[in-house]
């Protein structure tokens, strides 16, 4: 499909409160329905504009996509834009293909042939001038010039997708992507500057809002079911929303998100809301470990205490790094005090038996022996390590 090209002129004011992604959008649709021809520049003012003047033809009107405010369609053909060979000398410097068979560079009739993209300049103007010219405000109002129409139609598809409240969460994904990519194709051209990427660049923070509402709305749901049916969420269900909710979070910071975020705030409220679930799920099984062995003696295994404090004291670290305090998770860690008594005291009475075993009827090797006083020894030291003393 042909690409309207876009150009830029500082010297005539850009429209008061110019809403330049329903201009783009004007312009592409003015494209797509044949209102220039492949090798005319073209331009969408609202209507009621002063013409651009200066050798752009008045074409129809369009609505713009969505709004369906007005707009005027100007068109520009190469014969206007480009003087003739004899007159090169006075080309306008900012539009247009130049460097063509028929209209070389000035004293240079070897140039291969080249598109120049630059923001137009006042005749007479010096080149360092006519830098600081381009980036005046005025110039900074206009389309950017372009060789694709890729930002406009990725600004045009990410409008509708947000606009649509039954959009799903992979179809707005599907068009950040397209978004992210074309402007950095932009970008890469040199076109840093096209306001387009700043349009596109916003439409995507919004997606990384939206989508990030979409995700906790999911973890309320998740949260309110476990409300009504105690224990119906797994912890794996649990763990992997909060996983789910804390990467959105990350790409909507890393898109520029604000901290004081209504989406940031809900997040965190609903993490710390499913992480103390857990920390007390793991705590009532650590203490549930601990009576059984006081009514059978023996009856719990090294491996049952060991999985079980385990699971409680990574579950306890989360709440740290949160800030959270649990009555619960926090009175259970004095639990694992008693369940590293408990296995302690094992470890100690298996080294005591194998001693005993040796002595009265053999069959126990040193090595055992060695391997079970080992196995004490790094019982007791990780327990100095969580801070008990008195456990011998």
Not at 130 to 155: I, R, Y
Request: charged share 25%; aromatic share 2%.
């Amino acid at each position: 499909m042909p690409v309207p090209r876009v150009v830029r002129d500082p010297s005539i004011p850009a429209p008061p409160d110019l809403n330049e992604s329903e201009q783009y959008a004007a312009m592409l649709k003015a494209d797509r329905e044949g209102m220039r021809r492949p090798e005319d520049d073209l331009i969408a003012l609202p209507l009621g504009t002063p013409p651009p003047g200066g050798g752009w033809k008045k074409g129809q009107n369009v609505e713009a996509p969505g709004s369906g405010n007005l707009y005027t369609i100007y068109t520009l053909s190469p014969s206007r834009a480009h003087p003739s060979p004899k007159k090169a000398k006075h080309r306008h410097p900012g539009r247009g293909p130049i460097g063509t068979k028929t209209n070389h560079p000035v004293s240079d009739t070897g140039t291969m042939p080249i598109t120049q993209h630059r923001p137009n300049v006042p005749t007479g103007t010096s080149p360092e001038s006519s830098l600081q010219a381009a980036k005046g405000p005025a110039a900074t109002q206009w389309l950017g010039a372009t060789g694709s129409n890729e930002l406009t139609e990725a600004a045009e598809a990410l409008r509708q997708v947000l606009g649509d409240p039954g959009a799903t969460e992979q179809q707005i994904t599907a068009k950040v992507q397209d978004g992210v990519a074309a402007a950095r194709q932009a970008s890469l051209r040199g076109g840093s500057d096209d306001p387009r990427v700043t349009t596109v660049m916003k439409q995507v923070g919004e997606a990384a809002e939206r989508i990030g509402d979409m995700r906790n709305d999911s973890f309320e749901a998740l949260l309110a079911q476990e409300e009504r049916s105690p224990g119906s969420v797994s912890d794996e269900q649990f763990k992997a929303q909060i996983k789910s909710v804390l990467s959105a979070e990350r790409e909507r910071k890393l898109l520029g998100g604000s901290d004081d975020s209504a989406t940031r705030s809900k997040a965190m409220e609903l993490t710390v809301k499913a992480i103390g679930i857990v920390g007390d799920r793991k705590a009532d099984a650590v203490q549930k470990l601990i009576e059984q062995n006081k009514v059978a003696p023996g009856s719990v295994s090294e491996a049952q205490f060991s999985t079980a404090i385990k699971d409680l004291l990574a579950i306890v670290r989360e709440t740290q790094l949160l800030g959270v305090s649990r009555p619960k998770t926090d009175s259970a860690l004095a639990s694992v005090a008693e369940v590293m008594r408990i296995l302690v005291k094992q470890k100690d009475e298996a080294c005591r038996k194998l001693i005993e075993q040796k002595n009265s009827s053999g069959g126990v090797t040193d090595q055992q022996i060695q391997q079970a006083t080992d196995e004490l020894n790094k019982m007791k030291e990780e327990a100095r390590r969580l801070g008990l003393t008195n456990i011998d």
